[in-house]
């Protein structure tokens, strides 16, 4: 079945780096651009990075020059290498496929059609 699993979530302390991994089967995974969304306790679930089809890249400020997002097709895996950690990155990360396909980076989230159930991302200190 179509699905997406994310892993490589955890605690760590800030300044700690954590590297998120999401595994794609089911679907022909190189056709669709992919994203990472986050959600803390009590608020919205917000976009952190996205990753087109054909490579290019795009991440909110609060994240820039700390995580990077990047796929591998031939693994079918997305992943979000994440540096200097701070306490408002706590979270439950997710990715997202875009099924439909459109132009660019979609950076709301009703604009994507798979989920995965996410990942705990916890930073202390």
């Known amino acids: 079945q179509v699905q997406l699993v994310e892993s490589g979530g955890g605690l760590v302390q800030a300044g700690g780096s954590l590297r998120l991994s999401c595994a794609a089967s089911g679907l022909t995974f190189s056709s669709y651009a992919m994203s990472w969304f986050r959600q803390a306790p009590g608020k919205v679930r917000e976009f952190v990075a996205g990753?087109?089809?054909?490579?290019?890249?795009y991440n909110v400020d609060a994240v820039k020059g700390r995580f990077t997002i990047s796929r591998d097709n031939g693994k079918n895996t997305v992943y979000l290498q994440m540096n200097s950690l701070k306490p408002e990155d706590t979270a439950v990360y997710y990715c997202?496929?875009?099924?439909?396909?459109?132009?660019?980076?979609?950076?709301?989230?009703?604009?994507?059609?798979?989920w995965g159930q996410g990942t705990q991302v916890t930073v202390s200190s």
């Open positions: 997202a496929a875009d099924l439909a396909r459109h132009p660019g980076i979609m950076t709301t989230s009703s604009a994507y059609d798979l």
């Open positions: 990753i087109s089809w054909s490579g290019g890249t």
